[in-house]
């Protein structure tokens, strides 16, 4: 018999071998791994998702509370609702808070048309600060951000924060600088964060850990060589004690 544990999609990296990824570093992976190697920019939605969702299920600690999923308009929002069909399918309840509608022609779009043919329940931004889920999943905004936050993406952080409810954070707390780990304007405080492929640099800073909680690194099945040839060595991040030890 082989009793080889096989990595998931959410294995955590070895800490001593993590690499940092800035903002312009992990777009420049995600697109070399759709040009040069072939991988459609929605598998790597996917593998993000199904990660993201592992942890969401981890949370609920087993219990009967479901998931509430705050999806913003981008990719990271796409995330989110790729993130809600593999809970869905799993039993767990779901619930979705969308900021606004995906763009036509993205991958984002394509999630959310998914889910609404699969009658996944929309409720409105006001329902986010009184959810009666055990877990929210903050799917707003990614490291592209890059301005303060403002209008409705504003209020449904701050929902968010006054839900009293676990969080999840996908990639980085929304609202909170990848590069500089400052909030602009307002930003999540995630209880965990799935952060994809490598660090990014505003996580480690005194701002980004009381942000973002609990760290965990997750692939999103991008060759290893485009970690390599993007990411910053962190050597540091070996005893970082926000990161959870790999398993």
């Known amino acids: 018999m082989n009793n080889t544990t096989q990595p998931s999609a959410a294995t955590v990296l070895d800490r001593a071998a993590a690499r940092a990824l800035d903002r312009a570093a992990a777009r420049a992976l995600d697109r070399a791994a ?58 767990t309840p779901v619930t979705v808070a969308a900021v606004g509608d995906p763009r036509d022609g993205t991958d984002a779009a394509v999630n959310r048309a998914i889910c609404d043919r699969m009658g996944i329940p929309v409720v409105s931004l006001g329902a986010i600060a009184t959810t009666d889920q055990c877990v929210v999943v903050d799917a707003v905004f990614g490291t592209g951000l890059d301005r303060s936050v403002s209008g409705p993406a504003a209020d449904a952080i701050e929902a968010i924060n006054a839900s009293g409810r676990s969080v999840l ?55 290893a060589t485009l970690t390599e040839r993007f990411g910053t060595p962190l050597s540091a991040v070996a005893t970082a004690p926000f990161l959870r030890p790999p398993a």
């Open 34 to 91: 759709t040009e040069e190697f072939g991988i459609p920019s929605i598998i790597l939605m996917e593998n993000a998702a199904i990660a993201v969702a592992r942890e969401a299920f981890d949370m609920r600690h087993g219990g009967e509370d479901g998931v509430l999923i705050v999806c913003g308009r981008g990719n990271n929002g796409g995330d989110g609702w790729a993130v809600t069909r593999h809970l869905a399918n799993a039993g």
């Open 169 to 223: 954070a996908v990639d980085v707390p929304s609202g909170l600088d990848a590069d500089l780990g400052e909030p602009l304007g307002v930003a999540v405080v995630a209880t965990r964060t799935v952060t994809f492929v490598g660090l990014k640099p505003g996580l480690l800073t005194p701002a980004g850990r009381a942000h973002a909680g609990e760290v965990v690194i997750a692939s999103i099945g991008a060759p």
